[in-house]
């Protein structure tokens, strides 16, 4: 089978997977998660004018012949409600968010004025009506839409939603997640140091990339190389929306991941991608007759690097989509190189760089070693430099593309040329 560009094999994987049902989750337990309903707002906010500064509220008619004394008749907390209606040559002293008195139509913020005593104060500055007011409903109006269908919850959300008392709300599902890795050569984390084994990153590493996507995968351990065990793995794997499987998708002689994976059938929808590090990508999908839905299967390349870079640019947009989430790919930002780099043309690749600034915007800076065993180079990592296919390299200077791994932010398109 022939290598697939990545925007290709993202194509497949986006025509296979679609939106989950929705869910009703708590407030506490919704950061990440995407509204499926529209979010109504439950009252005016601000339920009154209030004052926008700590100061006075007077008349602004009364400001005319500047500066003027006013008598102080009322002192007014947030929190309070106001009792004094203001007359001509009155003034109330006021808290930022406290209701405005009846008569008043401004607010003067305290540094622009003079105390003359306890109960008088002179202003000289001349105002409009509006002045350091916020008016009823500035913010929401009741019954209007605050946050509609399709809004990814962020701590922003998070208090808008608190603003309007949901305590519940409806969102796309978040999808199961499950992860397996394959091979003798694995030390599980809590068996004893073997320097003749390779200890199991992966799944941790994968755990991580999954949670900071608001979603608690499923660890299923170490699958050896034996056909009889590794396919009792992957049954338990299959009950879940998406598996992902790291190593042994390879074509190697001791690789059973693709045979057996076939056997219990899954339908592969492409195994090869025209990248690096991590062409050795998979993906399946089986239909699950007894619960009437799908499990999506990913074969992710053994070396972690490879299958932290695959889980990227494949598998966050793929969950983001099921989540209902339109923006599906990383950040990219436009950075100039520090230094030259080389390689060979045929295949999209992916450098690891630490972003440094000056008064030019971003620099580049490869983290070092680029072999796909090195974790340490994605642990330094601020971003993903994206060399182009038919790229030969760059000099240092070139404006080049780097998709960050910040964890946070994300975009409507690839941002990127293959």
């Known amino acids: 089978m022939e290598h697939l560009k990545i925007s290709e ?36 906010l601000p339920p009154f004018d209030v004052s926008a500064m700590d100061g006075f509220a007077v008349r602004s008619t009364d400001l005319a012949a500047a500066p003027v004394i006013f008598k102080v008749v009322e002192d007014i907390r947030a929190g309070d409600m106001p009792t004094v209606t203001l007359l001509a040559g009155q003034c109330s002293r006021i808290m930022t968010g406290a209701p405005m008195p009846p008569g008043a139509d401004a607010v003067i913020r305290v540094e622009d004025t ?33 946050l509609p269908a399709g809004t990814e919850i962020t701590p922003g959300v998070i208090g808008v939603l608190a603003t309007v008392k949901a305590a519940q709300m409806q969102v796309y599902r978040r999808p199961r997640v499950a992860i ?11 068996e004893p140091v073997d320097p003749n084994k390779i200890p199991n990153s992966n799944s941790y590493a994968l755990m991580a990339q999954v949670q900071a996507l608001g979603i608690e995968p499923v660890l299923l351990g170490i699958a050896r190389d034996d056909p009889v065990e590794l396919e009792q793995y992957l049954l338990r794997g299959l009950e879940y929306d998406v598996l992902l499987v790291s190593g042994g998708t390879s074509v190697g002689m001791h690789d059973y991941v693709r045979p057996t994976i076939e056997k219990l059938g899954v339908s592969m929808k492409f195994w090869r991608v025209a990248m690096k590090p991590g062409h050795p990508l998979a993906f399946g999908v089986m239909h699950r007759t007894n619960k009437a839905s799908e499990s999506f299967v990913f074969g992710l390349p053994g070396n972690p690097v490879s299958s932290m870079v695959c889980f990227e640019e494949f598998v966050a947009p793929a969950l983001r989509r099921m989540m209902g989430n339109p923006r599906l790919y990383r950040r990219t930002v436009t950075a100039r190189l520090a230094h030259p ?50 790229s030969t390299g760059m000099a240092t200077g ?16 690839m941002g990127f040329k293959e």
């Open 9 to 44: 094999a993202q194509r497949i994987i986006f025509e296979s997977v679609a939106i989950l049902g929705s869910e009703m989750v708590a407030l506490e337990q919704s950061l990440g998660c995407v509204l499926s309903d529209d979010i109504l707002a439950n009252r005016d």
């Open 114 to 146: 003079q105390e003359i005593s306890a109960d008088t104060v002179q202003i000289g500055l001349v105002v409009k009506c509006g002045h350091d007011v916020r008016v009823r409903g500035e913010n929401m109006q009741s019954g209007d839409v605050v």
């Open 180 to 190: 397996l890795s394959t091979g003798n050569e694995l030390e599980a984390m809590n």
């Open 341 to 390: 780099v080389k390689m060979r043309p045929g295949r999209t690749e992916f450098i690891r760089v630490q972003l440094s600034s000056d008064e030019a915007g971003y620099l580049a800076s490869s983290t070092g070693t680029q072999s796909s065993g090195a974790l340490l180079s994605m642990a330094r990592a601020d971003g993903l430099l994206v060399m182009p296919a038919d």
């Open 398 to 413: 070139d404006k080049v593309t780097v998709q960050l791994l910040d964890g946070t932010v994300f975009q409507n398109e």
